[in-house]
């Protein structure tokens, strides 16, 4: 009887976090266009800050909080219907890297609301930076989700670290030029 169950909340605990994936990629890199739109000269500043302060608030609103609600409540599913996952230490480090995420969703709502009030001194660079952030989260958590207690940590850090320092290489490599 739960097998179901399981399944029915697996694919949706996915889809809510494809969701939550692409929705963070997609507002992060708004900010980017609204930082650098907060550079240009009237009218177009006033235009163009507008115009992204109110996709960045569709995007947050309509596809972000339902797909963090859906992910989150659709995992917890998953944890009642196995219960000792709570006893193993991939699913503690698993549930850290998302609160973790979850965090850095929150972070970008405020994010947001500097931009729109032009409040920000961070430039465009600097929002290419953050938008690699969810990458670097969403690699850990997949990893743990499918090794699960067969992870090695210092091979799961160890290759985080690596990626993210390859990525802060690109990011500066790309704002070179």
């Known amino acids: 009887m739960i097998e179901p169950w399981y399944s029915i909340s697996k694919a949706l605990h996915l889809i809510g976090m494809v969701a939550w994936m692409a929705g963070l990629f997609y507002l992060v890199r708004i900010m980017v266009y609204h930082a650098t739109a907060?550079?240009?000269?009237?009218?177009?500043?006033?235009?163009?800050?507008?115009?992204?302060?109110?996709?960045?608030?569709?995007?947050?609103?309509?596809?972000?909080?339902?797909?963090?609600?859906?992910?989150?409540?659709?995992?917890?599913?998953?944890l009642c219907l196995n219960p000792g996952w709570m006893q193993q230490g991939w699913m503690h480090t698993k549930l850290g890297f998302i609160i973790l995420l979850?965090?850095?969703?929150?972070?970008?709502?405020?994010?947001?609301?500097?931009?729109?009030?032009?409040?920000?001194?961070?430039?465009?660079?600097?929002?290419?930076?953050?938008?690699?952030?969810?990458t670097i989260l969403m690699t850990a958590i997949i990893f743990l989700a499918v090794f699960k207690s067969q992870i090695r940590y210092e091979i799961l850090f160890g290759g985080l670290l690596v990626f993210s320092a390859l990525i802060i290489w690109g990011v500066r490599k790309a704002n070179r030029k």
């Open 38 to 78: 907060l550079q240009a000269s009237e009218p177009d500043r006033s235009v163009l800050c507008r115009q992204y302060s109110l996709m960045a608030w569709k995007v947050y609103k309509i596809i972000l909080q339902p797909a963090v609600i859906i992910t989150w409540s659709f995992g917890v599913v998953l």
């Open 102 to 134: 979850t965090g850095y969703t929150h972070f970008c709502k405020g994010q947001i609301r500097r931009l729109e009030k032009g409040e920000t001194a961070h430039s465009h660079i600097y929002y290419r930076a953050l938008n690699e952030v969810p």
